[in-house]
Every structure is written in C-alpha cells, then in structure tokens.
Nanobody, 132 residues
Framework: QVQLVESGGGSVQAGGSLRLSCVVS????????MAWFRQVPGKEREGVAG????????????SAADSVKGRFTVSKDNTGNILYLQMDDLKPEDTAMYYC?????????????????????WGQGTQVTVSS
C-alpha cells in the first residue's frame, strides 16, 4: 500500500511563487522514482519534473516543459519521502491540477513525462491557479 498526499497549491498572481509538497507513506520502497505531473481540463496529463531512485533530478524535455525551464525546481527531503516542486515566476499558463506520481523503477523511462499511465501510484492532486 502506497499513499501520496500533495499540498501547497493555491491561487497566486503572475510572478508569484508556490512550493508544492508530496508526502509518501506506506510501502515507500515501491516509490523509488517520483515525479510531478500537471493537467488542465481537456488535455493530457503532462510530466514536469522528477527525481529518480539515484536522487537525480529529471526535467521534462518537450515543448511544454520548455515553458517551465529555469522557473521550476524539483527536490526531495533527506528522508526521501517528501518530494517538492518549487515554482517561481508563475504564469497564468501554469494554472493546472498538479499531481505527484511514483514508480518502482530506480530510473525514469525514456520520455517518461509523456507516459503518465506508466506510473502506478498517484496522489489526489493540488490545484494551482495563477491570475494575470
């Protein structure tokens, strides 16, 4: 049994910052690689950033991810059971439901950010709304 619980979402004005947290509990050995995804209504869930089982940050490398480059930073706490996403200089297009996800593998699959269905463990999501 694995539980992922996100927090830290909210409403901010453009240019503001938020830090999302994801606490993992239960059989945490099943969650070696963890990532943040986001989704807006009517669109596919897209990966943003993650940390693999070797504690290496991995940022999505598609055109959508280019928009967050340099503004979002993924990290973990020392226990490895809390995943963070620091989001700075937020823009209205960052508005989405943000989800924490985890997978047993020590490494991410190629183009993991476009393969949300390959992650078996998910949190309930936290809403981020950025106003202009």
């Amino acid at each position: 049994q694995v539980q992922l619980v996100e927090s830290g979402g909210g409403s901010v004005q453009a240019g503001g910052s938020l830090r999302l947290s994801c606490v993992v509990s239960g059989n945490t050995w099943r969650t070696r690689s963890m990532a943040w995804f986001r989704q807006v209504p009517g669109k596919e869930r897209e990966g943003v950033a993650g940390i693999d089982g070797f504690d290496r940050p991995n940022y999505a490398a598609d055109s959508a991810a280019d928009s967050v480059k340099g503004r979002f930073t993924v990290s973990k706490d020392n226990t490895g059971n809390i995943l963070y996403l620091q989001m700075d200089d937020l823009k209205p297009e960052d508005t989405a439901m943000y989800y924490c996800a985890a997978v047993f593998s020590h490494t991410f699959a190629s183009e993991w950010y476009s393969k949300w269905s390959s992650f078996p463990y998910w949190g309930q999501g936290t809403q981020v709304t950025v106003s202009s």
